[in-house]
C-alpha cells in the first residue's frame, strides 16, 4: 500500500475528504519524525513505538577488491510493533 492508497482507506473509513486526510497523515508523519529525530520515542498503544537506536561503527569489506573499509557508526530507527498488532498479523 503506498500513500495515496492509505489515503483512499482512511477516506472511505472516516468519509472525509481526500485533501484533509492526506493534510492528516503528512501532519502526523511529520511529528513523528520531529519527535524521533530529537530523540523522543513516539508510542501508539495497540500499534507500536518509533524511536532511535545506535549503529556502532565496525570494519567491512569492499566486495569487489577484498580490501577492508571502516564503516562509521550512525543512528537509526526502530520500529517494535505492539501486542495488538503482532496479535493481528499472527491472527
Same mark, same amino acid.
Request: glycine share 10%; net charge positive; no cysteine.
Given at each position: 500500500?503506498?500513500?495515496?492508497?492509505?489515503? $483512499?482507506? @482512511? @477516506?472511505? &473509513?472516516?468519509? $472525509?475528504?481526500?485533501?484533509?486526510?492526506?493534510?492528516?497523515?503528512?501532519?502526523?508523519?511529520?511529528? *513523528?519524525? +520531529?519527535? @524521533?529525530?530529537?530523540? $523522543?520515542? @513516539?508510542?501508539? *498503544?495497540?500499534?507500536?513505538?518509533? &524511536?532511535?537506536?545506535?549503529?556502532?561503527? +565496525?570494519?567491512?569489506?569492499?566486495?569487489?577488491?577484498?580490501?577492508?573499509?571502516?564503516?562509521?557508526?550512525?543512528?537509526?530507527?526502530?520500529?517494535?510493533?505492539?501486542?495488538?498488532?503482532?496479535?493481528? *498479523?499472527?491472527?
Amino acid at each position: 500500500m503506498n500513500k495515496q492508497q492509505l489515503i $483512499d482507506a @482512511v @477516506v472511505a &473509513s472516516t468519509g $472525509d475528504t481526500k485533501a484533509a486526510t492526506g493534510a492528516a497523515i503528512d501532519a502526523i508523519l511529520a511529528t *513523528v519524525t +520531529r519527535a @524521533v529525530t530529537v530523540g $523522543d520515542t @513516539v508510542q501508539l *498503544v495497540g500499534f507500536g513505538s518509533f &524511536s532511535t537506536g545506535q549503529r556502532a561503527a +565496525r570494519t567491512g569489506r569492499n566486495p569487489s577488491t577484498g580490501a577492508e573499509i571502516q564503516i562509521a557508526g550512525a543512528k537509526t530507527v526502530k520500529f517494535t510493533a505492539g501486542k495488538a498488532f503482532k496479535d493481528a *498479523v499472527n491472527a
